[in-house]
C-alpha cells in the first residue's frame, strides 16, 4: 500500500505563485508516473500534469504555467504553479502509479489540497 500527501495549496491573489508537494510513502519497488489532477467545485477531475519516464505533459489551460517534477529519494512530486488564475481554483489531488513489494500495479490517490485563487 502506497499513501500520498499533498501540502502547499492555499489562498492566493491571482498573478501569484504556489508549490504544491506530494509525499510517497509504503512499500513499494518503483513509481513510474507521478500526476497532478485538479477537481473545481461541481466539475469534473481534469488532469493538470503528469511525469513519466518519456517526459511530462500538461492540460492546455497550465502550459506555460506550471511546472511538474519529482525526487527520487524520498518519492516526492512537486507542482510549481506561477501566474495562477481565479480558474485555477480546486482541490488539487496527485497520484501515483508504480509497482508494489509483490510486484503488483498500483495506483493511489492522495486526499487532495486546496488551491484558492482571489481575484
Known amino acids: 500500500q502506497v499513501a500520498l500527501v499533498e501540502s502547499g495549496g492555499g489562498l492566493v491573489q491571482a498573478g501569484g505563485s504556489l508549490r504544491l508537494s506530494c509525499v510517497a510513502s509504503?512499500?513499494?519497488?518503483?513509481?513510474?508516473?507521478f500526476a497532478w489532477y485538479r477537481q473545481p467545485v461541481g466539475k469534473r477531475r481534469e488532469l493538470v500534469a503528469e511525469?513519466?519516464?518519456?517526459?511530462?505533459r500538461y492540460g492546455d489551460s497550465v502550459k506555460g504555467r506550471f511546472t511538474i517534477s519529482r525526487d527520487n529519494a524520498p518519492n516526492t512530486a512537486y507542482l510549481q504553479m506561477n501566474s495562477l488564475r481565479p480558474a485555477d481554483t480546486a482541490v488539487y489531488l496527485c497520484?501515483?502509479?508504480?509497482?508494489?513489494?509483490?510486484?503488483?500495479?498500483?495506483?493511489?490517490w492522495g486526499r487532495g489540497t486546496q488551491v484558492t485563487i482571489s481575484s
Open positions: 497520484k501515483a502509479e508504480g509497482i508494489g513489494r509483490q510486484f503488483t500495479h498500483f495506483v493511489s
Open positions: 509504503g512499500d513499494t519497488l518503483g513509481i513510474n508516473i
Open positions: 511525469i513519466t519516464p518519456s517526459g511530462t
